[in-house]
């Protein structure tokens, strides 16, 4: 989907504000909204593709100006909702009845198996890499052109790249592919391959810095070999 | 009313909203307090910066490591005990006379975190996921204080897959003679996103 999260290249945002000895978390509900990814993932409400595409469909102001773990908390809300497993209504009642009573306990429950989960996500990982028989298609050297279309739903094809030309620079296997998992479709994996782009391609010659290049990584099905340009070797 | 009517929460809706969604996972059995708490406690207190600090000064010790870490990352850094959730396949980019390297995240906010943490407000706000990737040289001028020379090249690494890049900055000049713990004391967190330099030997910790 065409959106305002696909930052890219989108002028208007302002200088960068970074913090002096920022904490980890700013307030205690952050913690509660960082860890709802990793117990709701458990809980098979959403993969990795599909949590950032709860985030995409937020109210493009509200994800502008609203701070990342309030995004974390509504992708939660969303696939928890679409899931049955939370009942708006509810939601709506305990929100009302934490505002008035914001130091109100959480209910109590223990459950070792779930922090053997969480220390053992933490070092093991999730991969996202999957076995395929695929052959690649590309290789290192390839010049390629992404497609230029507006795909519906999830894509992780930024459209600051879409109908650029690049040339491929590395190849890594293939991975679960967004634009199937991310709407909830299979994994059905797709080879990955890290492509260069020169910041003249992206931006024009005018704009785009001589002496800079920009590394993205795409799976197969966004790529097409690039036409042969005149004079090319 | 239009989607972008949406009133945006003021700190207590959002907490509150917050709490309320964890009650309700709570009671579906689905989420606890100690899983918030434990997931809260490794990210503020075992996994940070320090331990991508802890690999590049590694890296600017042994030859053999570094030339480990550039062709697998991944597994250079399970040689230290170092991976996991975020760094499953993870790749490092090396700073040069005439490269510098920086990450970023266009589409939302992918970072190592087996090296890293979690990522600075900064990392994930509008304003470095826009810029960076089109005026780098003057994001980092300007908005970081830190002046690439025109005859280095920039390279910007947007995360756009499960791979998560980082950055091995240059070892500073006049740190011969510092061990490893000294060294890892002058990576900063920055200097491994790209948008700060590396401590010098007069900052480091008395040897």
Not at chain 1, 92 to 107: G, M, S, W
Not at chain 2, 11 to 24: F, S
Request: aromatic share 10%; net charge negative.
């Amino acid at each position: 989907m065409n959106g305002v999260f696909d930052l890219g290249g989108t002028d208007g945002m302002g200088p960068v504000r970074t913090e002096e000895n920022e904490p980890v978390f700013h307030a205690e509900w952050e913690k509660a909204a960082f860890a709802l990814f990793a117990t709701n993932f458990r809980a098979g409400l959403f993969n990795v593709d599909m949590f950032r595409h709860g985030i995409e469909q937020m109210d493009p102001a509200e994800y502008l100006l609203s701070n990342y773990y309030e995004h974390w908390a509504h992708t939660a809300e969303h696939y928890a909702g679409k899931a049955g497993v939370i009942d708006p209504e509810e939601l709506e009642k305990r929100t009302a009845f934490y505002l008035e009573n914001p130091d109100a306990p959480l209910p109590g429950r223990t459950d070792p198996e779930l922090l053997a989960f969480v220390d053992g996500a933490v070092k093991g990982g999730a991969p996202a890499a999957r076995e395929s028989d695929k052959v690649a298609a590309f290789a290192v050297g390839d010049r390629v052109v992404v497609a230029g279309d507006s795909p519906v739903g999830h894509t992780r094809r930024a459209r600051y790249i879409r109908g650029r030309t690049g040339v491929v620079t590395a190849t890594h296997g293939t991975f679960i592919y967004p634009d199937s998992a991310g709407n909830g479709g299979p994994e059905a994996p797709e080879h990955v391959y890290t492509v260069k782009f020169t910041a003249e391609e992206l931006w024009g010659p005018e704009v785009g810095d001589p002496n800079g290049v920009v590394y993205f990584d795409v799976w197969e099905p966004y790529i097409s070999p690039a036409p042969a340009t005149e004079g090319a070797a | 009313m239009a989607p972008t009517d949406t009133p945006l929460r003021t700190q207590e809706e959002i907490a509150a909203r917050v709490k309320a969604l964890e009650a309700l996972m709570i009671e579906k059995g689905i989420m606890t307090v100690e899983a918030v708490d434990r997931l809260a406690e490794i990210y503020e207190n075992e996994v940070g910066p320090q331990l991508g600090a802890q690999v590049v000064a590694r890296a600017w010790t042994d030859p053999e490591f570094k030339a480990r870490l550039l062709a697998n990352a991944t597994e250079a850094c399970a040689e230290l005990g170092i991976g996991g959730l975020q760094g499953e396949d993870m790749i490092v980019v090396e700073n040069t006379d005439t490269v510098h390297n920086a990450i970023v995240c266009t589409l939302c906010s992918c970072y190592p975190w087996p090296v890293l943490g979690l990522p600075p407000n900064w990392y994930k706000a509008p304003a470095y996921r826009a810029r960076i990737v089109r005026e780098p040289r003057k994001v980092l001028a300007e908005d970081f204080g830190f002046t690439v020379p025109d005859s280095v090249e920039i390279r910007v690494w947007d995360s756009s897959a499960e791979l998560r890049y980082w950055v091995l900055p240059q070892r500073p000049a006049g740190t011969e003679d510092l061990g490893p713990f000294e060294l890892a004391a002058l990576v900063t967190r920055d200097s491994m996103i790209g948008v700060g330099p590396v401590g010098t030997s007069a900052t480091a910790p008395a040897a």
